[in-house]
């Protein structure tokens, strides 16, 4: 995994370039290495800020990087795991180990808050990358085990934290969302699991049905949606020994700034929130962050923060005072009208531009575009949706 200092001086001069270009311009027996190095520090500069900083970081193959936690994510669960166990990178006790090492991006965050931990992967390529990466980033205590999970697992003694994060695609490289179809199968791994280990926690795709699989999972104690900047990145679900135990659902945004967004739930408090409807949008309208709306949450943050609903299926809510703490986007609104004839030739005739969003209406976006000539951008946005007594209409509002 050592790059020579020609190599080293090849990625710092060419580190910028489009890869594209660079593989046109260069023949070197090496270039096949140097390319997936430049294009592994490429990603790796927003995705993995703190790893970029260190040139003696190996990057494995595009799809591994492509695939694997951003350091954001990874620290919000080293978050998570300091909160539910009380460990911090100062004390460092107990045991963990991923199980599905991967890159090792989620293992490098977690790994300081234990004495031991154990990086678990059953590519030798990968765990020859982590292996290097590992002493670059001076996890002196981390250990390798070249294995697959299941087969780990039944040897291990017991952890204090294990991790998890199934591999989505299948042997023919397509993306799969159920967790029966998934890398390795948590249906049946779950018990010996939570046989293993005081607390287990398990990242899947935002894609997945969050009710089906806490159904399929049994023993979830909590479920985490995760987004970065408003766009849903991961789930997480941390399981339970107790059987029967009620999930708690949190919602969380995170956003590059520092911030987050965070709204908490029971799904028994979500049948049960009382809420009520708006006849037409107030001064304010609110659009939930994405989490809350993979969450679920779509009486529980109307009753929570004093808003009226649009329209049962429009996930839109309005209020005539401004909430300033809403985890989401909030507008002030300007006008709203039914899209007839008359009243789009009207606004069309005034307006060039608009950031255009459909929220349950019988139109996408690209053919309300077509029919008004509307330009993408300005600060004007334009919500095409249904108000409780189903009229169709567009809302026009700016950005607060």
């Not at 004390?91 to 180990?97: K, M």
């Not at 981390?142 to 934290?161: G, I, K, M, N, T």
């Not at 199934?166 to 397509?174: F, H, I, L, V």
């Not at 969302?177 to 199968?185: A, G, Q, S, V, Y």
Request: hydrophobic share 40%; aromatic share 10%.
């Amino acid at each position: 995994m050592q790059l020579s200092l020609s190599q080293k001086e090849f990625i710092r001069t060419h580190g910028e370039r489009d890869v594209r270009e660079l593989a046109l311009r260069f023949s070197r027996d090496d270039m096949a290495l140097l390319l997936s190095q430049i294009a592994g520090r490429q990603m790796a500069r927003l995705k993995i800020p703190s790893w970029y900083e260190r040139e003696e970081i190996f990057y494995p193959a595009h799809l591994s990087l492509e695939q694997a936690s951003s350091e954001l994510t990874a620290r919000y669960k080293a978050s998570l795991v300091s909160a539910v166990t009380g460990t911090s990178a100062k004390e460092r006790s107990g045991r963990f180990a991923d199980l599905t090492g991967g890159m090792g991006i989620d293992f490098a965050f977690l790994a300081p808050l234990f004495g031991e931990a154990d990086y678990v992967e059953q590519n030798v390529e990968l765990c020859d990358i982590a292996e290097h990466n590992f002493g670059v980033l001076q996890l002196h205590h981390a250990r390798v085990r070249c294995a697959s999970a299941a087969q780990f697992l039944r040897e291990a003694d017991p952890y204090d934290l294990i991790y998890l994060d199934p591999a989505r695609r299948d042997e023919a490289g397509r993306k799969v969302f159920r967790i029966e179809d998934c890398t390795p199968d948590l249906t049946e791994l779950c018990t010996l699991l939570l046989e293993k280990a005081e607390k287990v926690m398990v990242k899947y795709s935002p894609m997945l049905d969050i009710a089906l699989a806490v159904k399929t999972l049994g023993h979830v104690g909590e479920v985490q949606v995760v987004s970065v900047d408003n766009e849903c990145k991961e789930l997480l679900f941390l399981l339970s020994k107790t059987e029967g135990v009620t999930p708690q659902y949190v919602a969380v945004n995170l956003k590059r700034s520092g911030e987050q967004e965070r709204f908490s739930f029971t799904m028994a408090q979500e049948q049960q929130a009382a809420i009520s409807f708006a006849d037409a949008p107030g001064h304010y309208l609110y659009e939930p962050n994405a989490s809350i709306l993979k969450a679920g949450a779509f009486k529980g943050v109307a009753q929570s923060y004093h808003l009226q609903k649009l329209h049962t299926n429009s996930h839109l809510y309005t209020s005539d005072e401004r909430i300033v703490d809403f985890p989401g986007r909030v507008f002030e609104v300007v006008s709203f009208f039914v899209p007839n004839k008359q009243n789009s030739k009207a606004f069309t005739r005034e307006t060039k531009k608009a950031n255009i969003a459909v929220r349950n209406f019988p139109m996408t976006v690209a053919e309300i575009r077509r029919k008004t000539g509307l330009a993408e951008g300005g600060d004007l946005y334009l919500f095409a949706t249904t108000l409780s007594d189903e009229r169709k209409v567009w809302i026009v509002c700016r950005k607060v």
